[in-house]
């Protein structure tokens, strides 16, 4: 199987990302024309070699069963909300997810253009976000944003699935952050960098031991009970307006259970009342469960040779 390039590519300028529904009657008709999305992806990487164009469609948890009511994969679920307080992680679900990522900003445009032709008429856009490099990889913040990111053939290893009806597949979670910069530019770079665990202008992650229990850094750097890293591939990119910055957050992993365990983590209080103090400066929109299968599973929709 082939997985879909943009589940692990390296990153990019530029990104448009798309979330949509789709409409009454049209499922069948969708499920067709994702026959052709891998077409698609290849035919704009081989136009524009300069761009370093990918492209990737999930599947939300949701719609899975009438586009592919013959097999499901194991984990795919709804997104693992969390409410507490003021500090919220919501559940808000999409039918269809795309990434569009690429080094020019026209292309990753025609790749947005060219997915909204071939769905026209069967789905209804719910939200879109541009994307973009905010200096040398950093988040809105000012702090280098993916630093812990699995690097090389490791990359693959996390986020697909290894084996089975959905190998190359990543369960897929996507959330739009927004943040509250007016608070966050208050505070005194020292303060910024105790609720990250790390130093800002270079980026220097604190030893464990000089970490608050709060930091980012310790509430998302999780093991399992071997001791094993419980991983997952970010490929978040910054947004923002004249008015408004934030996060579009994508978690891609062979199993949902690592982002969920992160999840919880952040926003759960730990026994001591412990928890991430970066949930306090920013505010997630949306949150989306989706799985993006193989090319081979699009192309033959999901394995059926008739519609």
């Given at each position: 199987m082939t997985a879909q390039a943009g589940i692990?590519?390296?990153?990019?300028?530029?990104?448009?990302?798309?979330?949509?529904?789709?409409?009454?009657?049209?499922?069948?008709?969708?499920?067709?024309?994702?026959?052709?999305?891998?077409?698609?992806?290849q035919g704009l990487a081989t136009r524009y070699p300069d761009a370093n164009f990918s492209g990737l469609v999930a599947i939300g948890s949701d719609a899975w069963d009438e586009l592919?009511?013959?097999?499901?994969?194991?984990?795919?679920?709804?997104?693992p909300a969390q409410h507490q307080g003021q500090r919220v992680a919501p559940d808000t679900p999409f039918d269809l997810f795309f990434q569009?990522?690429?080094?020019?900003?026209?292309?990753?445009?025609?790749?947005?253009q060219e997915v909204m032709?071939?769905?026209?008429?069967?789905?209804?856009?719910?939200?879109?976000?541009?994307?973009?490099?905010?200096?040398?990889?950093?988040?809105?913040?000012?702090?280098?944003?993916?630093?812990?990111?699995?690097?090389?053939?490791?990359?693959?290893?996390?986020?697909?699935?290894?084996?089975?009806?959905?190998?190359?597949?990543s369960y897929v979670h996507v959330q739009h952050y927004q943040h509250r910069m007016a608070r966050w530019e208050k505070l005194k770079v020292n303060a910024q960098e105790a609720i990250y665990g790390r130093t800002k202008a270079d980026n220097i992650e604190y030893e464990s031991a000089d970490k608050a229990p709060t930091a980012h850094t310790k509430r998302t750097s999780l093991k399992d009970e071997q001791g094993h890293s419980l991983e997952i591939l970010r490929q978040s990119m910054p947004w923002g307006s004249a008015?408004?910055?934030?996060?579009?957050?994508?978690?891609?992993?062979?199993?949902?259970?690592?982002?969920?365990?992160?999840?919880?983590?952040?926003?759960?209080?730990?026994?001591?009342?412990?928890?991430?103090?970066?949930?306090?400066?920013?505010?997630?929109?949306?949150?989306?469960?989706?799985?993006?299968?193989?090319?081979?599973?699009?192309?033959?929709?999901?394995?059926?040779?008739?519609?």
């Open positions: 692990c590519a390296e990153p990019n300028l530029h990104a448009y990302y798309l979330m949509l529904d789709i409409l009454p009657g049209q499922y069948r008709a969708v499920t067709e024309a994702l026959t052709t999305v891998p077409t698609l992806w592919y009511p013959h097999a499901r994969p194991n984990e795919l679920t709804s997104f569009l990522r690429s080094d020019r900003l026209d292309v990753a445009y025609i790749a947005m032709a071939l769905l026209a008429k069967r789905v209804e856009l719910k939200d879109e976000r541009q994307g973009f490099r905010y200096l040398d990889c950093r988040d809105m913040t000012g702090f280098v944003d993916g630093t812990e990111n699995p690097q090389g053939p490791d990359r693959a290893q996390v986020a697909l699935v290894q084996e089975g009806l959905f190998i190359d597949g008015n408004a910055q934030g996060l579009v957050f994508i978690s891609c992993c062979n199993t949902p259970r690592h982002f969920t365990r992160m999840l919880d983590n952040m926003f759960v209080p730990d026994v001591q009342g412990h928890f991430d103090h970066l949930t306090l400066f920013t505010q997630a929109q949306t949150g989306a469960a989706f799985f993006a299968p193989s090319q081979e599973w699009l192309s033959s929709k999901g394995g059926l040779n008739k519609p």
